[in-house]
């Protein structure tokens, strides 16, 4: 239950594109930035490594939101790919306007209906299991990303997805760490 | 099959249009069934017949014990005075034949000797019904004995409901008992129906089953297709899960969904956190990462050439003692490229980083120890990379002719 080699590999490749572009692009920057920026490269690459993805396009989207990384996830995706992610980004950004929406009147009607339950009432077990069940749910999709978008089907395929590659990016990242430590050290 | 068919719509027709009617012309015709009927019983009984007689009068008898079980007090003795009278007569009109019906519903002693205070009337008209319907079966069931078995159940049923509302009009003070009764009939016949709807159901389900996704309904499962749906749907998720638990290490002892959703997002964020953890640990070193990229696609692009060192025997990893060190988790990987750089024991590559920050155009010195076995597989390998990969590093393009001639040396000084 391991990602391939080959998966790993264009992860490598394209991480250490983005690191040497952060690297020109900021000489003399703090710790924390630095280690942002290392972050949100390997996540990109990560995103780019696995194409098609669900999650990968929300990881790209979430990272060309703010301009200054926009050049980042060009150099590592490359133009054909950035071409496919954005376009596929965009066709998802009015279904996220919707649900926002959509979430807000909900919200306002669980308000009004959680005032009128105000009355002391025993609640069943079941309930409570329901409610947990689904703040549990919710925190997950929170935590894959893109994952509020998803139905519950599509979302564990995604989750499933994701910490395969997530192994593979902490693998990898392990060793590129391991190996610099040891250049340093020798 | 196929001639039976239309007979079969036949009755059909019959019993819904004698439904009807029954009840306007029964006090008329009576005579004139009774007499067809005796004429029928003569000349043709089948032992269906008897069976379902059977049917009838255990289907009474059950109604009449739910009645007695439900008012013991007002209405046993009036209903065995009814209905064993209809037993009776019915037992007697059909003659020796009808002797297991008899039987069947053998009536108490009491009610027998109270069924002769009722009026004859009666007596005929549960006669009659219970006639009429043999007269219908005689002529057009004969050829479709097998095939209408369903219907003519459901047809007994009727009847018999019929019968006991036409008991109920004879006699209004068993009103309230009898209500029952049909309740109690029309429950069962509801079950039927239910039961008979089921089989049609899965027998759709078994046409389609090539085409489709099986599913089975079990026993008391609902078997619309919504419900249906859903279920596939249900187990889809279902095994999906399971999928995840064995991915989330630690997952398999933990039951309930709850429980498992609370891991995996542990599992999740801690990976996450290891990300963020290692990214701070390049961040740590990046100053100096800055020259050694190139260096990193070359080991990179040796990893491509990892499958050629097995024939030293010995797997690097478990010879590695840093690395064990630092991942146990990932032992079983190799990430081929990266080990060979930083074994310094039995692996060819080694080297030496010895480079100042600030300047650029430092030198890192790299060593590698190649052996003479190995040094072909090295040429073609670098030469490949080099020329594809290594264009987008830096400006200083690398000598890669030099270097593959440098190769075959065993011991060189790269100079980058």
Known sequence: ?186 | MSRALPEMLQCADLTVLERKGERMKWQQQQQQYQQSYLQESQMSFIPSFQTEMLELSMMQEMSKNGAENGWPDLGKYQINDTESAAYLTAGFGAGEDYGISRTASCPPVVGEEKGGDFPVLEKMVVKESSKKRRADKAATCLKANDVVEGTRDKRLKGDTNEEESKAAEQNPTTTTTTNNNNNNSSSINNRETSADSSKENSKVSDVQKPDYIHVRARRGQATDSHSLAERVRREKISERMKFLQDLVPGCNKITGKAGMLDEIINYVQSLQRQVEFLSMKLAAVNPRIDFNIDNFFLKEMLSGCNGSYSTLGVSQELTNPVLLQFNPMHQGVTCSGMDMAINPSDITLRRTTSAPLSLPDTFVDSYFHANGSSSNNWDIDLSTLYSGDFQQGRQSVFPSQSLTGNLEVNNLKMEM
Request: hydrophobic share 40%.
């Open chain 1, 1 to 186: 239950m391991q990602a391939s080699n080959s998966f790993k590999r264009t992860f490598l490749k394209k991480f250490l594109v983005g690191i040497q572009q952060t690297n020109l692009a900021s000489k003399n920057t703090s710790l924390f930035e630095r280690r942002n920026a290392i972050k949100l490269s390997s996540d990109i690459a990560l995103a780019s490594a696995r194409d098609g993805a669900n999650w990968s396009r929300a990881i790209v989207a979430n990272a060309s939101k703010q301009e200054k990384n926009k050049n980042l996830v060009k150099n590592i995706l490359g133009e054909v790919q950035l071409d496919r992610f954005t376009k596929l980004q965009n066709k998802g950004s009015s279904l996220t306007c919707k649900r926002e929406t959509c979430k807000r009147i909900l919200r306002r009607s669980r308000l009004e209906r959680r005032i009128r339950k105000r009355s002391p009432k025993r609640v069943a077990g079941s309930a409570v299991a329901k409610r947990i069940m689904k703040k549990r749910s919710h925190f997950l999709k929170c935590v894959v990303p893109g994952g509020e978008l998803m139905d519950e089907f599509s979302f564990i395929d995604e989750t499933i997805d994701y910490i395969f590659s997530l192994r593979a990016q902490v693998d990898v990242m392990q060793r590129l760490a391991n190996a610099f430590e040891h250049c340093i050290g020798k």
